[in-house]
């Protein structure tokens, strides 16, 4: 949360500065398999967040000291470029990026099958090119794309979504003026079908029915956000269909 | 009996339950339900009575006698580490990661004063002789050893000259196991 603002950002007619009500999420865009030689990846937008996600592996853990010989090792790097956010970022690892990684991957190995890759790691490499709040949500949510285009066995896809309160409204998708100006904001990621929660992070101050309803509307966004990954992969997969049954019949 | 269906499954979709069917290939049971493991299309096996997923994803499986293709990362008396990138299948080359070593690299020795066959830098095609952790290989055979490599002393490419390995810029010549095709491999790519 940043600092008090006089910033207006719901007007007297409830709606958003963006011109969403309370439970619309932004517009969101996912396209699979755009890197030639990674082994799986996603490009995804999100309102005016612009994320690449390529995944690797699983192969032969490296440094030797990090393999785990009953499970993959999920090794998820969020990196967010300089030229991202409108003042320069200092490129490189950060305190953020640091914990954004370490969630994501503790997050992603929820939902892989890692025990089926003993020794092995499996990389995920998250680039964000433009960030407008909600990237790590944004990020996680490619990165499980990612890795069932990479052919990965997974459990479940991930799904997330953010939630907050600004102007004492419980509001979904922050938008970066809500992030900045709100009262609280808090990303929240699931297994889509049994709905586990895999990622929960909260800034700012919620009471119980407050964060009661905001975890209520993220929840039901991650259904809308799951039929928008669910139709990324098939969108890949039948445009993959239909080259091969033309080269077939040639 | 492999009845297809024209249905698209993703990672967590129900294929069937556990009554009707057993797990097949990219499924799991979870709960008497039968869920499916990756993105691909659902393929059930009336027969055998399993609920497949048929990710059309391939996976490379090296096997015992595949040509590889890599550059040398690590070479000492002992062994030489290949980091692996190409492999054969079918007559062409596909993107395939891996690391291989070469265990007795003194079984390609014929100089004493200079007994290093491979250097650091080298391209290389081997053969697989055997699969484990890493990839093991061999440069026995007349098809297979360096395709490329760069002079000790200027890191310019050698040439082949009268049978040797030549580096034109300090009239030096150099030993390795060449390959026949050394300079300009017969590779096609895929």
Redesign the interface.
């Known amino acids: 949360m940043g600092t008090p603002s006089d910033k207006k950002l719901i007007n007297e007619n409830g709606v958003r500065l963006d011109g969403r009500g309370d439970e619309e999420i932004r517009p969101i865009r996912i396209t699979t398999n755009v890197l030639e ?1 990674a082994d799986g990846s996603a490009f995804m937008e999100w309102g005016g967040n612009k994320i690449m996600v390529a995944v690797y592996g699983p ?2 853990a490296y440094p030797k000291h990090t393999q785990d010989i009953e499970k993959s090792v999920i090794k998820a790097r969020y990196n967010m470029a300089a030229f991202s956010v409108d003042e320069r970022k200092r490129p490189g690892p950060d305190r953020r990026s640091t914990e954004i990684s370490k969630v994501i991957s503790e997050a992603l190995s929820a ?1 892989v ?1 890692v025990e089926q890759f003993p ?1 092995t790691q499996i990389d995920v490499f998250i680039e964000v090119i433009q960030a407008d709040a909600g990237t790590r949500i944004a990020s996680l949510t490619a990165a499980s794309v990612a890795l ?10 991930v799904v997330g979504c953010s939630a907050g309160k600004v102007e004492d409204r419980i509001v979904l998708d922050l938008s970066k003026d809500e992030d900045n100006f709100g009262q609280a904001d808090l990303p929240m990621a699931v ?4 709905k586990k929660v895999v990622l929960v992070q909260m800034d700012g101050d919620l009471s119980k029915e407050e964060f009661g309803k905001a975890t209520g509307m993220v929840l039901q966004a991650t259904d809308r956000i799951a039929e928008i ?2 139709k990324a ?2 969108e890949k ?2 445009i ?2 239909l080259s ?1 049954s033309n080269t077939g019949g040639e | 009996m492999d009845s297809k269906e024209t249905k698209h499954v993703i990672p967590g979709d129900v294929l069937a339950y556990a009554e009707e069917y057993l797990p097949g290939k990219n499924t799991i049971e979870e709960d008497s339900r039968i869920i499916s493991l990756c993105s691909g299309e659902v393929v059930k096996n009336d027969k055998e009575l399993t609920a497949n997923v048929d990710s059309k994803i391939k996976v490379i499986i090296p096997r015992n006698g595949d040509i590889v293709y890599g550059n040398i990362v690590k070479n000492d008396s002992r062994q030489t580490t290949i980091q692996i990138a190409g492999i054969e299948r079918e007559g062409q080359l596909v993107y395939f990661q891996a690391e291989g070593y070469i265990r007795s690299v003194h079984d390609y020795k014929k100089d004493e004063r200079n007994p290093q066959t491979v250097r650091i830098g080298d391209i290389i095609r081997g053969k697989v002789i055997r699969v484990g952790q890493n990839l093991e290989l061999t440069l026995s055979g007349s098809n297979l050893g360096v395709l490329k490599s760069r002079c000790s002393r200027c890191r310019e490419i050698l040439v082949i000259k009268n049978g040797t390995l030549f580096c034109e810029n300090c009239n030096r010549s150099e030993l390795r196991k060449a390959a026949p095709d050394y300079g300009e491999p017969e590779i096609e790519k895929r």
């Open positions: 030689r192969r032969e939902a099958l020794r069932a285009s990479a052919g990965i066995p997974m459990r479940d896809m297994l889509s079908k049994s990954q669910r992969l098939s997969y039948n993959e269909n091969e």
